[in-house]
């Protein structure tokens, strides 16, 4: 089946990394998402993975993709107050169309 | 400019009633997309339209109607709503072709049905 799990929930300390996970089941997905939504705003793409990378880096993002587990994190480094959103993990299902299956989106809360 | 604009942004009317949403991209992409997302954030694609042709139809009551005159724009007629089709949706677009597949999202068309 077609399915993206996460945790609902994550509060960190401002200036803490925080590291929010999903598990999905595609073993065949070519690109996996992670999306940010601030209150009242539509989704925005943070970063993207494509399925035989391991790892990417974008200045406070960090991306791990365990192909075997089928297991992703998004690490974000020196969280902010302004990083406070929900973060929703997507997976590109193979064959056919683009067809996008997300997550239930993780409430990152940075508190002071 | 607006990449991907849905109108109105937010709605309220009564049950039974027949409402429209729409949503035009200026990206020149291919591919557009109806997700709605219910109050626990929970989001699920409706419907996909690739060139004007429905490509996505899941599971979704026939009183919601996608139609795309061009492929720049994909509208959502729902009929004699009722309260479980109170949430946000979400117009999208992507390029389908030779592209990375993500999507650009609208600001979303918040419902409330009373």
């Known amino acids: 089946g077609e399915d993206v799990e996460q945790s609902l929930f994550l509060s960190v300390r401002e200036g803490d990394s925080s590291v929010i996970n999903c598990t999905y089941t595609d073993s065949s997905s070519t690109y996996l998402y992670w999306y940010k939504q601030e209150p009242g705003a539509g989704l925005q793409l943070l970063t993207y993975i494509f399925s035989n990378m391991d790892m990417k880096q974008d200045q406070r993002l960090t991306v791990l993709l365990n192909k075997k587990d089928k297991h992703l994190s998004l690490r974000i480094a020196d969280t902010q107050t302004g990083d406070s959103a929900i973060y929703f993990c997507a997976e590109r299902i193979s064959g056919g169309y683009n067809k996008l299956i997300f997550g239930a989106g993780t409430r990152l809360a940075v508190h002071p | 400019d607006t990449a991907v604009s849905q109108t109105p942004k937010y709605l309220v009317t009564q049950m039974g009633n027949d409402k429209s949403i729409k949503c035009e991209q200026n990206l020149g992409h291919d591919t557009m997309y109806w997700y709605k997302q219910d109050s626990k954030k929970f989001l699920k694609i409706m419907f996909s339209?690739?060139?004007?042709?429905?490509?996505i139809n899941e599971t979704v009551p026939n009183r919601f109607s996608p139609k795309s005159p061009d492929k720049a724009h994909l509208n959502l007629h729902i009929n004699s709503l009722e309260l479980g089709d109170s949430a946000v949706y979400f117009c999208?677009?992507?390029?389908?072709?030779?592209?990375?597949?993500?999507?650009?999202f609208g600001e979303g068309s918040r419902l409330t049905v009373l």
């Open positions: 999208a677009s992507s390029q389908e072709v030779a592209s990375t597949g993500e999507l650009f």
């Open positions: 339209y690739n060139n004007k042709e429905l490509i």
